[in-house]
């Protein structure tokens, strides 16, 4: 459904960026690269009102997407942020409009969006659940497993999130270690609803190799070739018996549209970030509804800002698959939240108080800040 009641505009003030390195409990690898330390981008508003929060899910390179943390920095400072403080008065609804004319950088938008977002329902005590449209106070959680050394290490790291409580489980794959992997895990745990994500690391001509996957009844396979190959993941699409799911090629409703239109996607990915913003992914999961095709909540290892900001998300009715919103705790040791999401019975609470429902804690927000910077109007 479209947002039924806006939220309040804000005045603002100025807004205060924040890079922060966040270090990871364990490594992360994936297709494209291995983290230690998520870098990422924190933004508070500055209104009359009182302070919005927002996060910007870029990395540190241009890996995932085009985007990433300094170009990131660069954009938001010397374009988005001004655009903004121009209009002093701003209603979360106009921000991607306002921000429109600046092509890309949807990662920035959004989380310049959130923030102000934020500020708005703060003031006027209402929850991003309930704004959103979210129909379940808590959400089942899924968790996202990295390469790891071996097949053997895999299904031991596997075991631990069972263990744990996850009731879905994503693994991300490579050429070379994609089959061997897929079985040891399939092997090791029967029935366990179970996914893969490839992060654009094929090609068509490895269709031979991914429709392998085919026997191991997995829920989807997730972005197996380029964000731009919308064609060639029809194509795959038809070749395969597993469902293709799209995340990198899905940055914008029209994207989503596109690809619906197309067949490349029975199943759809929703990144708030990737899209340009949490309304935009509203949007997407209203068309996708009314498509009959599913969607899930992706993750892009956010802190406890965009930790909340998801949860209210995947509580949408047609988030009708586990998302990657998993416990704090799977990537942090200590989070920038005073409450960071916990698991509890294989599911993450939806958060009900106003705006994101988190409160900052300042002391380990400082303590993980490597860059500050404050744009006043
Ligand atoms: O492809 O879903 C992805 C993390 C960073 C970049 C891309 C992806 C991911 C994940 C982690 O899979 C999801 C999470 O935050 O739990
Ligand atoms: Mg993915």
């Not at 540190?60 to 010397?78: H, I, K, M, N």
């Amino acid at each position: 459904m479209p947002i039924a009641r806006p939220a309040e505009p804000v005045a603002l003030d100025g807004v205060e960026l924040r890079v922060l390195h966040v270090p990871l409990v364990s490594p992360f690898t994936t297709s494209f690269g291995t983290e230690t330390v998520r870098e990422v981008i924190v933004v508070r508003v500055l209104t009359a009102g009182g302070d919005g929060w927002g996060e910007i899910v870029t990395q540190a390179d241009p890996l995932y997407s085009s985007e990433y943390t300094q170009g990131a920095w660069d954009v938001a400072q010397r374009f988005l942020i001004p655009a903004l403080l121009e209009r002093r008065t701003v209603a979360a609804e106009d921000v991607a409009g306002i921000l429109a004319p600046f092509i890309g950088h949807r990662m920035v938008k959004a989380g310049l969006e959130l923030a102000v977002l934020d500020a708005g329902l703060r003031a006027q005590g209402r929850s991003l659940g309930e704004y959103l449209g979210a129909e379940r106070d808590r959400v089942p959680s899924g968790v996202s497993v990295g390469i790891q050394k071996t097949p053997e290490a895999l299904v031991e790291a596997v075991a631990g999130y069972l263990d744990e409580g996850y009731v879905r489980i994503k693994i991300k794959i490579k050429p070379g270690r994609d089959i061997h992997d897929t079985a040891a895990v399939r092997d090791a745990f029967g029935a366990t609803p179970l996914q893969v994500d490839a992060n654009s690391a094929y090609t068509l001509a490895d269709a031979a190799v991914l429709a392998e996957l085919d026997r191991f009844d997995l829920l989807l396979i997730e972005q197996p070739l380029q964000e731009d190959d919308l064609v060639d993941h029809a194509a795959l699409s038809r070749m395969l018996r597993t469902p293709v799911c799209l995340d990198e090629s899905i940055v914008s409703l029209k994207a989503a549209r596109d690809a619906l239109a197309l067949g490349s996607a029975s199943v759809v990915n929703i990144k708030a970030g990737r899209v340009g913003g949490y309304l935009e992914a509203v949007a997407i999961h209203d068309l996708c509804r009314d498509a009959g095709i599913p969607v899930w909540c992706g993750g892009m290892l956010e802190t406890g800002i965009g930790r909340a900001a998801n949860a209210a998300l995947a509580a949408l009715p047609g988030f009708t698959l586990p998302g990657d919103v998993s416990a704090s705790s799977r990537f942090y040791a200590r989070d920038i939240v005073t409450e960071p999401a916990v698991l509890e019975a294989g599911h993450v609470r939806v958060p009900t108080g106003p705006g994101l429902g988190v409160e900052i804690d300042p002391v380990a927000l400082d303590d993980v800040t490597v860059q500050r910077v404050e744009i006043r109007r």
